[in-house]
């Protein structure tokens, strides 16, 4: 067979995407590669499908379990001989898969970056016809970029140990630096770079500042996606058990997933996620790196991430399927507070100034009035245009602007005559003329700017607070304590404007989006039933359903209702292997309707 015809019969696809086929050609002709394309772009197919047209076994370097098995289950599900050799096999299982490597049988190797390391695994590969090796996830390589590993640092070695044996690198992000590093690093030959554009034209964007802890802005969020699947994501591993507990209560079907939960619970929450039992995963960045669940409609963030690599990762774990999916980030001046005092903890290293610097570029990012998409692509030294539709700001109204210099000034004044020893909530009693037994005790209600600030609620002054934190007009120390910068003894003075959205100041609620469908005339009944038996046929194979058919495969089969073998496989996503285990029992039900 040829690509093409390959391409068909395995992976049920009549022609590439866009940039896969010149990463074929690249791997076919024995050269060194460099992708960079976003998450949801088809990365694994530049690397699956050329091994199939060459001799010998490709070995892909991937950082996760959960993501090895993952793709694994889904190449064997594809009638593609894969295998992965990792610590959680016992010797059995492990000598077996190395007898089916030198007899042949499989095609793709995964392992992880530290049994590349292992001199009696090195010996083997030795000892094997490699065609080519992959590093996944290749950011991981730089030091400069936001999830460097140790071992993954250590595949230089490949080009010491088979110098004339090509490598592929693949990830979703890297900056121009990173980019630069991971190819010097991999010591990559005159590489093939390929670098998509960062625009998911199937993503919306949102960032909204943090009411007090957000979760009236994620139930309302979430009325737009129900019975969906989707990610959580908070900073800690107790407000992990914390949302999804007040989920739960919600009657949301969500389970906490973090590294202090047993081995035993964390595969379970995943592979019941992953097998649409559980509909939301409420998860720390432990979560999710590499997911090959294709249905994922919505990723929110509860808390900003640390950098905007994480903030695109993350997000970029929904609508690989290319279906519409929905981002929520939910920040507050606070969220910055804390990741600064993160990265103070760190040693006196130029990694810290990098992260500190990490850090400004996500802020701005969160309180930029600009394009979303435009701004993340910009970051990764990508430029696009602005996306119009995709994002808040976009097609957010003409905003207002709100005077708030008296009031900030108010705020300001009343940390001054506190003598910059409480906390925001303490100084908004003093400002509300709260009869609070501690400020009474404190002698605070004969100060002169005891009770001036009625006009405004206490979630009103918080977000005043919030925007003097922004600008830097105060700062928190010890015990959450606010002090006066500089800048804020100026702004008491006079000598600056202070201007804030007139929407910050009011209790948004989300207005519903209207769903716009992929297939504008799919019959959403005959999608519930092929979603169903889907269902029942990954249940009995213990497989995830999106490895049996993709939501956007059967959204296309709803749509075009084939009635035989033929017409069928010139649906999305369905090709011979994929039509010989599971298509007769799928067309029987579109045939009966």
Request: overall charge negative; aromatic content about 8%.
């Amino acid at each position: 067979m040829n690509k093409l015809e390959t391409l068909e019969h395995y992976f049920g696809h009549s022609a590439f995407r866009p940039l896969q086929e010149e990463v074929v050609d690249a791997i076919l002709n024995r050269e060194d590669v460099l992708m960079i394309l976003p998450t949801g772009g088809g990365k694994s197919l530049c690397y699956q499908l050329p091994t199939l047209l060459m001799e010998g076994i490709t070995v892909v370097v991937s950082p996760l379990l959960a993501l090895m098995h993952d793709q694994v289950t889904a190449l064997k599900a594809n009638g593609i001989p894969a295998a992965m050799l990792s610590s959680m096999q016992d010797l059995e299982q492990s000598q077996k898969i190395e007898g089916e490597l030198r007899a042949g049988k499989i095609k793709l190797l995964y392992v992880a970056p530290e049994r590349l390391t292992n001199a009696y695994f090195l010996t083997m590969l030795h000892q094997l016809p490699i065609n080519f090796f992959v590093i996944d996830e290749a950011h991981c390589v730089s030091e400069w970029g936001h999830e460097f590993r140790e071992n993954y640092r250590r595949l230089s070695l490949l080009k010491e140990q088979f110098a004339t044996t090509p490598i592929t690198a693949f990830t979703a992000t890297a900056t121009n630096a990173v980019e630069q590093d991971i190819a010097t690093n991999l010591g990559l030959q005159n590489p093939k770079r390929v670098r998509g554009s960062l625009f998911r034209d199937n993503l919306t964007i949102h960032a909204k500042h943090r009411i007090k802890d957000g979760r009236a802005q994620l139930m309302e969020f979430l009325k737009m996606h129900q019975g969906e699947s989707g990610i959580i994501y908070t900073l800690s591993r107790k407000n992990t058990e914390a949302v999804a507990h007040f989920l739960q209560e919600k009657g949301i079907e969500a389970k906490a997933y973090h590294a202090g939960l047993p081995t035993q619970e964390k595969n379970k929450t995943y592979a019941d996620f992953v097998a649409d039992k559980v509909q939301v995963v409420v998860a720390t960045i432990a979560f999710g790196m590499g997911i090959d669940k294709s249905n994922i409609r919505f990723v929110v963030h509860m808390t900003m991430p640390k950098t905007l690599e994480n903030f695109y990762q993350e997000i970029g774990r929904a609508g690989r399927d290319g279906l519409e999916a929905e981002t929520l980030l939910l920040f507050s001046a606070q969220d910055i507070v804390q990741q600064k005092m993160f990265i103070e903890d760190l040693p006196e290293t130029p990694y810290k100034e990098h992260a500190f610097n990490k850090l400004d570029s996500m802020v701005r990012f969160a309180n930029s009035e600009n394009c979303r998409h435009q701004s993340v692509a910009a970051y990764f030294d990508d430029r696009i245009k602005a996306c119009e539709t995709l994002c808040d700001n976009c097609t957010a109204p003409e905003s207002e602007k709100v005077d708030i210099t008296t009031a900030s000034r108010m705020l300001l004044s009343t940390i001054l005559r506190t003598d910059q020893k409480f906390g925001l909530h303490y100084v908004i009693d003093v400002l509300k003329g709260s009869k609070e037994q501690r400020l009474l005790q404190n002698g605070h209600d004969t100060l002169s700017v005891y009770g001036i600030g009625t006009e405004y609620s206490k979630n009103q002054w918080l977000t005043i607070g919030d925007k003097l934190l922004e600008l830097g007009a105060v700062e928190i120390g010890e015990f959450k304590v606010y002090r006066l910068t500089t800048f804020g003894v100026e702004v008491i003075k006079g000598a600056h404007e202070i201007l804030l959205k007139k929407e910050r100041l009011e209790v948004q609620k989300a207005v519903a989006k209207k769903k716009v469908s992929y297939f504008d005339d799919y019959d959403v009944e005959m999608y519930d039933r092929l979603r169903d038996l889907r269902t029942q046929i990954a249940s009995a194979k213990g497989i995830p359903p999106y490895i049996v058919f993709s939501d956007k495969t059967l959204k296309d089969l709803s749509s075009k209702v084939p009635q035989d073998k033929e017409e069928m496989l010139a649906v999305h996503g369905i090709g011979e292997v994929k039509f010989e285990r599971y298509g007769e029992a799928f067309l029987a039900l579109l045939i009966d309707g």
